[in-house]
């Protein structure tokens, strides 16, 4: 019942919800193994689906911080332990699985772990999120204490740009999801990095944070084009020109663009409210 329920026992609908949408990827896993719908190679659609909603969930932790300012929701606290559990759960069910397709013989995956260099890289960020995902809990903080507990919490940024690295070279041609939530990363890294060089006192106003999304998505476009150079030879202004005129369909940097609006009509949607409610009351007071 716990999981459920707040720390006053009570029962919390956001942390419910959030139950709720952390298990409905292993439901659906389990409902399309049994259904025989996971295409012609179930087995490596299972490891590459578990390792997936793995980074998702990883990503969505780490947006509930700039989230909980921005959206000036505090409760998301409540459940980023939850969110963040659930991702390594997620990522040991893919290691788990990887292991099981090379029919447990541990001498082929210890030796494939080692040889291929993605493999490497993923069993790195996997040992990372295993030592935060012990220390997640309260023992552990109050045995760390507050502060060293959040500094060693701060291994889970160089957890997701690994784990983005290797989903990257795992992807091989299909880089189009890679490409967009390593622009999500770069954009929570900038959001970081700027509250730590310039530490406001409430939250950026929401034109600073406009500008970052801005000049992320910018960056991704550049830095796609510049890849799709290097692997196929296409000059760099013809695909950016694609990108502009959607000759090949909405790009990863209009994703990132488009997250970002998400973010700020959030933002804007809660200053409104907020400024209301106090105008509300100082005409009743």
């Known amino acids: 019942m716990a999981l459920w329920h707040d720390r006053r026992k009570r029962f919390s609908l956001l ?4 139950l709720a949408l952390l298990v409905a990827p292993l439901l659906a896993l389990i409902y399309f193994t049994a259904t025989h719908n996971l295409g012609a190679r179930p087995r490596t659609e299972a490891i590459h689906e578990a390792g997936l ?23 998301l606290v409540d459940v980023r332990r939850m969110v963040g559990v659930a991702s390594f759960l997620y ?5 788990i699985l990887y292991i099981a397709d090379q029919m ?22 996997w040992l990372v999120l295993l030592a935060l995902a012990v220390t997640s809990n309260d023992f552990s903080t109050r045995s760390l204490g507050g ?23 795992q992807s091989k041609l299909e880089v189009f999801e890679p490409t967009v939530m390593g ?6 890294l900038i959001y970081r990095l700027m509250h730590w060089a310039w530490r406001p006192q409430g939250e950026f106003p929401l034109w600073a944070i406009a500008a970052s999304w801005f000049g992320v998505g910018v960056a991704v476009f550049l830095l796609e084009a510049v890849w799709f150079w290097i692997a196929f030879r296409a000059p760099i202004l013809r695909v950016l020109e694609a990108d502009f005129t959607f000759r090949s369909g909405i790009r990863p940097g ?3 663009w488009g997250f970002g609006a998400l973010v700020i009509v959030i933002g804007l949607w809660r200053a409104i409210t907020a400024t209301l409610r106090l105008r509300l009351a100082s005409n009743e007071a």
């Not at 942390?15 to 959030?18: K, N, P």
């Open 104 to 125: 447990f013989d541990w001498g082929k995956v210890v030796s494939e772990i080692v040889l291929r260099y993605y493999l490497t890289i993923g069993m790195t960020a």
């Open 53 to 75: 909603w793995s980074f998702r969930f990883l990503l969505l932790g780490l947006f509930i911080t700039p989230m909980r300012r921005i959206a000036r929701y505090a409760l």
């Open 183 to 188: 622009g999500l990363i770069a954009w929570l």
């Open 15 to 18: 942390r419910a919800a959030t």
């Open 91 to 95: 990522i040991l069910l893919h290691l």
């Open 254 to 256: 209009w994703y990132v």
């Open 147 to 169: 502060l060293r507990w959040r500094k060693w919490h701060w291994l889970v940024y160089p957890a997701a740009i690994l784990t983005g690295i290797h989903y990257f070279l």
